[in-house]
C-alpha cells in the first residue's frame, strides 16, 4: 500500500541549530512531492514543492528540501533554525491520478 | 471567497447521532479533498473529488461515511450513527486541479467530538 513515513515524530532544537526532517515514501510511480507546516493554531500552508527538474527545491523561510529518487526520500533541511519555526511539519505525496497522501507529521520544538 | 470555509467549526454530537460536515472551497477550484485528523495523529486521506465526481473513495473508513459534492463547489461529508472513534478534526482542501501542479488549500477543519 501507499505510504508516507516521517521518521521522527518530536525534534527539540535550540535556536541556530540545523535542521533535518526526514519523509519517505513508498509508491512506484510518478510521483509530486510537498512540504506542508502548521503553525500553533493555524491552518496547514505550503512550505515547499517538488514536481519535476532539479531535486534540491527551496521553499519559504529558508527551508530547501531534496528529492532523492533512488531512496524515496525527500527529506527536509534548514541550516539555521528559528524559535518561529516550531510548528509541526508534513511530507505529502501526490500520486498518479491525484490522490495525496500525508505523513504523520513531525512536531518541531525550537528552544529560544 | 477568499479561502476555504468549513462549518460548522466545532460539534459535539452523541454517539448515534448523524452529522454533516460542510467544506466551500475556493472559487474555481476542481478538485476538493477531505482528511481526518485524530488527536496527535497525522493527516489520514479520506477522499477527493474531481468536479462533482469522487475518483478515489478508498479512504472512507466505513459505510457509515458518505460524501457528495455538487456544482463543482460545495461538498458535504456525512458520517451516520457517530460512533467515539469519529471524534477528530475533519479537513478540508482544494486545489485549482488534478492535472495542475499546484497546492492544496486547506480550511480551518471541524472539530468533532462524539460522546
Known amino acids: 500500500a501507499q505510504s508516507v513515513s516521517q521518521h521522527n515524530h518530536h525534534v527539540i532544537l535550540s535556536e541556530a541549530a540545523s535542521l533535518e526532517l526526514g519523509c519517505n515514501y513508498s509508491?512506484?510511480?510518478?510521483?509530486?512531492l510537498f512540504w506542508y507546516v502548521q503553525y500553533p493554531g493555524q491552518h496547514l500552508q505550503l512550505l515547499l514543492k517538488?514536481?519535476?527538474?532539479?531535486?534540491l527545491v527551496k521553499g519559504i523561510k529558508g527551508f530547501e528540501a531534496e528529492f532523492i529518487k533512488s531512496k524515496f526520500s525527500f527529506n527536509l533541511r534548514k541550516p539555521s533554525v528559528q524559535w518561529s519555526d516550531t510548528a509541526e511539519y508534513f511530507c505529502a505525496v501526490r500520486l498518479q491520478g491525484g490522490k495525496l497522501i500525508f505523513g504523520q507529521g513531525t512536531e518541531l520544538s525550537v528552544k529560544p | 471567497g477568499a479561502g476555504v470555509s468549513q462549518s460548522p467549526s466545532n460539534k459535539v454530537t452523541e454517539k448515534g447521532k448523524d452529522v454533516e460536515l460542510r467544506c466551500d472551497p475556493i472559487s474555481g477550484h476542481t478538485a476538493l479533498y477531505w482528511y481526518r485528523q485524530r488527536l496527535g495523529q497525522g493527516l489520514e486521506f479520506l477522499i477527493y473529488?474531481?468536479?462533482?465526481?469522487?475518483?478515489?473513495k478508498s479512504g472512507l473508513p466505513s459505510d457509515r461515511f458518505s460524501a457528495e459534492r455538487t456544482g463543482e463547489s460545495v461538498s458535504t461529508l456525512t458520517i451516520q450513527r457517530t460512533q467515539q472513534e469519529d471524534s477528530a478534526v475533519y479537513l478540508c482542501?482544494?486545489?485549482?486541479?488534478?492535472?495542475?501542479?499546484?497546492?492544496?488549500?486547506f480550511g480551518e477543519g471541524s472539530r468533532l467530538t462524539v460522546l
Open positions: 509508491y512506484g510511480g510518478t510521483v509530486n
Open positions: 482542501a482544494s486545489s485549482p486541479g488534478l492535472a495542475e501542479t499546484g497546492e492544496l488549500f
Open positions: 473529488f474531481q468536479g462533482n465526481s469522487a475518483p478515489d
Open positions: 517538488y514536481f519535476s527538474g532539479d531535486p
